[in-house]
């Protein structure tokens, strides 16, 4: 028996041969389907490579869905669910993070919100990709709903060692998170310290909102870097289309 990859995981892995990827997150509590068509738009056009949609509060339901509908209609960007909890799924994405919160103190996030989704995931048909979201600090608003321990950010191997277990567990990918809008992103000891345990891609994300962030998250061993509040809250979508273009750039930039 074979397990079976599906096609935007595939789609991830065979990009991933070539360059690093850029995935822009949106959360349907900060943005309007009018406002996620435009961002979804644009990042098509400068070379994002996915778009993610979820938060940790009041990503749900018809607001979801409406925000999901509106990217799919409106751009050919594979659209991957980042869901807070088994409430942040919509039938009308590709795929999404099936994730473990490994570093919390509460089951709930690490297998009953997982156990309460999966038959609606399979109802849905949507591609569940498996993957280990590690909190470090300051984990901002899903490291305090998540009941996280969030990891020190001057103990780069605390972070490997739970990388790597989540790796030896059959997670696929691994997230490193500093939390949405968190003052710093995931320190660079701290990303090469993990990227060089692990054999599966690495994310990164919380905190990178300019083209240098981005290309030294990407230096320190990100696979694939993930921004939101930089572009959401921009203000405007001219001031949006500057900053995303810099942070593609950033990425890309690097080579793999
Ligand atoms: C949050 O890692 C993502 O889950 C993105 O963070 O909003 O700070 O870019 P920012």
């Known amino acids: 028996m074979r397990i079976k990859i599906g096609k935007v995981e595939s789609y991830i892995y065979e990009k991933l041969e070539k360059e690093k990827l850029h995935f822009v997150l949106l959360d349907p509590d900060d943005v309007s389907p009018e406002v996620a068509a435009e961002l979804a738009k644009m990042s098509e056009e400068l070379g994002v490579d996915a778009i993610m949609v979820g938060g940790s509060t009041g990503a749900e339901g018809e607001i979801l869905d409406n925000v999901v509908k509106s990217i799919k209609e409106n751009s050919n960007l594979p659209v991957i669910l980042f869901p807070g909890s088994h409430g942040g799924l919509s039938k009308y994405a590709d795929a999404l993070f099936f994730m473990s919160l490994l570093n919390s103190t509460n089951p709930f996030f690490i297998t009953g919100a997982q156990a309460l989704g999966a038959f609606r995931v399979k109802q849905y048909k949507l591609e569940p990709i498996p993957m280990a979201y590690l909190i470090v600090e300051p984990g901002e608003a899903v490291g305090w709903v998540g009941d996280a321990k969030p990891i020190p950010r001057h103990k780069p191997k605390i972070a490997a ?8 567990m059959g997670m696929r ?10 003052p710093k992103h995931v320190p660079n000891e701290m990303i090469k310290a993990v ?20 290309r030294e998250v990407a230096q320190s061993g990100a696979d694939i870097v993930v921004t939101g509040t930089a572009v959401e809250k921009a203000g405007s979508l001219e001031k949006a289309q500057k900053i995303l273009e810099n942070l593609v750039k950033g990425v890309k930039e690097v080579k793999p």
């Open 161 to 168: 060692a739970y990388a790597l277990a989540g790796q030896y």
């Open 173 to 182: 990918l691994i997230y490193l998170e500093a939390g949405s809008g968190a």
């Open 195 to 214: 990227k060089s345990v692990l054999d599966v891609p690495l994310i990164v994300g919380g905190g990178i909102r300019t083209y240098q962030d981005a």
